[in-house]
């Protein structure tokens, strides 16, 4: 049963911008760490960025100073901009919940950035 549900993927060309977001249930989103990892073809997953529920943030060495993740408690939902780009950011991007003793996972959406 999915609980967290992204949308904002899409096509985009190199230097553009889009926006992310999550939905997930109260419950789920109010007490957890919150996360986004991406997949590209071929590689394994990887961790773009985090953001705890006091704010604190964290993120890849590859995506600092472009991408910013956000959250938003009256909406239950946590955002990922991305600024400027790359054609190395394609891969599908899921959202976490970093539950103390599991991970719960959004079913991802697709970015793809045309060079």
């Known amino acids: 049963q999915v609980q967290l549900v992204e949308s904002g993927g899409g096509l985009v060309q190199a230097g553009g911008s889009l926006r992310l977001s999550c939905a997930a249930p109260?419950?789920?989103?109010?007490?957890?760490?919150m996360g986004w990892y991406r997949q590209a073809p071929g590689k394994q997953r990887e961790l773009v960025a985090t953001?705890?529920?006091?704010?604190?943030?964290d993120y890849a060495d590859s995506v600092k100073g472009r991408f910013t993740i956000a959250r938003d408690d009256a909406k239950s939902t946590v955002y990922l901009q991305m600024n400027s780009l790359k054609p190395e950011d394609t891969a599908v991007y899921y959202c976490a919940a970093l539950r103390p003793t599991r991970t719960t996972w959004g079913q991802g959406t697709q970015v793809t950035v045309s060079s």
């Open positions: 953001i705890t529920p006091l704010r604190y943030t």
């Open positions: 109260g419950s789920l989103f109010r007490d957890n760490i």
